[in-house]
């Protein structure tokens, strides 16, 4: 239980053995489920903010004051009045769980995030698979929205959708492989120690056409834009969750912006060895020492930047032709990651570059 805050250390010993582990990972897991959903309230003020930053537009300054700090939580309260309306031919069952299936995933992978040096919710040492494997089941809520809404417009928006993150979730997969082979592990607190070094040691320069290839992957998985063709703008529907209001349709509001969230994290574990400082073994004068330390700001920092791009790209690029993206997806990324896989191979087996040592 190391990383527990001190009074949770001394607590726990009073209590029974069961009441220990669900104190534990009860506790622990409901205050990084609030901390995610808080970050992703401000991250879609932020990306209203940047948006209207670029376009030349002021963005919410009306609820909370000159930045509109309180609009989260007037969409949140908005969203909580209005009426939640089930279509009566849909699968009722599946038309409510569908937007879970979307969201759950994409919290539950937070349980293996090392989020600062010594602490890790459940320190698997599988926590790689058990990333692909959750992230993969968040086609269902898709498909599962799309087919059980019974409408034809939402299922057009499904299938896209679906076809969509399989082709790009097979590339992600492959980029991967690049990273258990650099680090030796599937444990991403030792893939992020294996980027010991400062920022010239981490993954990014060695891995860079499968950096490049994973984030751009995540962007079409998230089905931002300009990947975000699920969107039926030919129909003038909202796309697979075109027959969702209300707080329904919030879930599938949040799981983006969380599936967001976590892709930049990801990237950051696997790229740019999340809590560590890029400033490791340099010669910092005594007052810039703390720089060199690793912490939970190194990483908040780097997913930061990587949300910004997000939203930078969103509002730089034009959307995509559908087969333009699957073209890219099938015929491009894949090839892409074959080919550095086995350059990468080389390289370790002949000991050259961070091999060599």
Known sequence: MSGVPEFVSQL???????????????????VLFISVILFMAFLTLAERRVIGSIQARIGPNRVGGRFGIGQPFADVLKLLLKEIVIPSSSSKFLFVLAPLLALIPALCTWAVMPLWPGFTVANVNAGLLYILALTSTGVYGIILAGWAANSKYALLGAMRGAAQMVAYEIAMGFALV????????LNLGEIIDAQRGGFFSYFFWWLLPLFVVYFISGLAETNRAPFDVVEGESEIVAGFHVEYSGMAFAVFFVAEYVNMILISALTSVFFFGGWLSPFEGWPLPGWLAWLGAAGFIWLFLKISFFLFCFLWFRATFPRYRYDQIMRLGWKV?????????????????????????
């Open 178 to 185: 690049g990273v258990v082979m650099a680090a030796g592990s």
């Open 333 to 357: 990324f894949i090839p892409v990651t074959l080919v550095w896989i086995t350059v990468e191979g080389v390289l370790k087996w002949y000991e050259i570059g961070p091999w060599s040592k």
């Open 12 to 30: 726990l010993p009073i209590l029974p053995a069961w009441a220990q582990v669900v104190v534990y990972y009860g506790v622990i897991a409901v």
